[in-house]
């Protein structure tokens, strides 16, 4: 009993992929990478300067002589 309801799940799911999900179209596809890569860019832009100011503020620290 339990194999058949395995291969109705499993039929099920492949109609539910073909027939019922949408795909994105070539154009709207490009759009969203372009996206993902300019945020990305972005948030590494943010990182590094915090990195930049944070070490800067550390050889200040250290520079001391504390």
């Keep these: ?37 300019v945020a990305s860019i972005i948030i590494a832009i943010v990182i590094f300067a915090m990195d930049w100011i944070i070490d800067a503020i550390m050889h200040l620290i250290y520079g001391l002589g504390f």
């Design 1 to 37: 009993m339990k194999k058949l309801k395995l291969f109705t799940d499993i039929q099920e799911s492949y109609n539910e992929l073909v027939y019922k999900v949408s795909w994105p179209t070539k154009s709207q596809l490009v759009e969203s990478s372009v996206v993902v890569m």
